[in-house]
C-alpha cells in the first residue's frame, strides 16, 4: 500500500515579552537604525523567566491540534526540532508528549539548528511515507535568547524565541501533482564549516552552555548558494520552474539574506513571507511561524505550492515542496 502525508493544521506560539531594538541599544552599542538597515528586524520576543522551550512547544503543539480538529488520542509520532532544549536528557520532545497526555507511539528531538524544522518535517514525512506512523506532530520551538552572548551586537541582535508546530496525516494513495500533500524533501550537511556558525560550549567538550558565535559574511555567503541550489533541487526532482512556487516559506535569517535568495533564483520578494522584523531569527521556529502568519492572513490558500528552505549550523541545509 503506497502512503503520503499532507499537512492537516498548524499552530504557533510567542512569549509575551517583546524585546525592540531600542530596548537592545540601551545596552550595548547599536541603534534600531543600524540593525534595521543591516537585518530588517525591528523587535523579537523573549522568553519568560522560568519559560522553557518545552513551555513554548507544548502551546504551539496545542494550538496546532486545534486548528486540525486532531485529538492528542490519534497522534503516534512527535517530532521536534531545536537546539535549545531543556535539558541534556530526556528530550524536550517526550516533555510535550507528557503534557499533551500522549501515551502511544514515539516522541524525539532532531537537532539541525535552523534547518531543524524541515530536517524535522523530513523524518516525519519519512515515518508516515513508510507506514510506521499514521499521525504526527512536527514541532519547531527554540529559546535562543538562552545562548546568547548580550554583548555580542553581531549576534544578540540576530534571535528570538518562539515555536511553530504542524499536524501531518498519512493519506493511502499516489499523491498527484494537484494533490495536497507533501512531495518531496532534499537534506544536506556539511560539518567541515562548523567553525562559522556554532556555541562554544557543550556538555562533553566543557561541561557548559556556551555561547553561539558566528562569522555573518561567511555564512551570508553561503546561506545564499546552498539555498538555492537546494530549491532547484526540489523543482527539478519534482520537474518544476521557480515560477510555479506561490510561496517561498524559508526559514527567517535576515532579510538580505531572504532577499539574496529570491533574487538568485528570479522570484519577485513579494512571493516569500517574511516575518523576520517582527520575530527576528527563531531558529528551528522560523518556518512554522511564517507558515502560520501566512494561513492565518489568509495568503496561503488551499491549492497553493510551497517551497520550505533553511540553513543553519553544521552547515545542515534542506527544502521541503508541498501544496497546502
Not at 4 to 12: K, Q, T
Not at 65 to 90: H, Q, R
Request: hydrophobic fraction near 45%; include cysteine; proline fraction near 3%.
Amino acid at each position: 500500500m503506497t502512503w503520503y502525508s499532507r499537512i492537516v493544521g498548524c499552530g504557533s506560539y510567542l512569549p509575551e515579552r517583546v524585546l525592540t531594538n531600542s530596548d537592545i541599544a540601551e545596552k550595548i552599542d547599536t541603534s534600531d537604525k543600524w540593525i534595521v538597515e543591516r537585518t530588517g528586524i525591528h523587535c523579537r520576543h523573549i522568553a519568560a523567566d522560568g519559560e522553557t522551550t518545552a513551555d513554548l512547544a507544548t502551546h504551539a503543539a496545542v494550538a496546532a491540534l486545534k486548528n486540525a480538529a486532531i485529538d492528542v488520542k490519534d497522534v503516534d509520532l512527535i517530532v521536534l526540532g531545536t537546539s535549545t532544549p531543556d535539558f541534556t536528557f530526556p528530550s524536550t520532545a517526550t516533555q510535550v508528549q507528557e503534557r499533551l497526555g500522549m501515551t502511544e507511539g514515539a516522541a524525539f528531538d532532531v537537532q539541525a539548528v535552523c534547518s531543524g524544522f524541515v530536517f524535522a518535517l523530513s523524518v516525519a514525512d519519512n515515518f508516515l511515507r513508510t507506514g510506521q506512523s499514521k499521525t504526527a506532530l512536527v514541532i519547531g520551538a527554540e529559546t535562543m535568547s538562552r545562548i546568547l552572548d548580550w554583548s555580542d551586537r553581531g549576534t544578540c541582535i540576530l534571535f528570538g524565541d518562539g515555536a511553530g508546530a504542524v499536524v501531518l496525516r498519512a493519506e493511502k494513495g499516489t499523491l498527484g501533482p494537484e494533490k495536497s500533500g507533501i512531495f518531496s524533501t532534499h537534506l544536506h550537511s556539511d560539518g567541515r564549516y562548523r567553525d562559522l556558525l556554532y556555541v562554544d560550549g557543550g556538555p562533553s567538550a566543557t561541561q557548559t552552555v556556551g555561547h553561539l558565535r558566528m562569522s555573518g559574511r561567511e555564512v551570508f555567503r553561503h546561506a545564499v548558494v546552498n539555498l538555492s541550489a537546494v530549491v532547484h533541487e526540489a523543482l527539478e526532482a519534482n520537474g518544476l520552474k521557480p515560477e510555479s512556487i506561490d510561496w517561498i516559506v524559508p526559514h527567517q535569517a535576515n532579510k538580505r539574506i531572504l532577499a539574496g535568495t529570491a533574487k538568485k533564483l528570479g522570484l519577485p520578494i513579494e512571493r516569500v513571507i517574511i516575518t523576520v522584523e517582527k520575530h527576528a531569527n527563531t531558529s528551528a521556529a522560523s518556518i512554522p511561524l511564517a507558515l502560520v502568519e501566512a494561513v492565518g492572513d489568509g495568503r496561503i490558500q488551499p491549492g497553493h505550492l510551497l517551497l520550505l528552505e533553511a540553513m543553519g549550523g553544521g552547515f545542515t541545509w534542506g527544502a521541503a515542496l508541498l501544496r497546502w
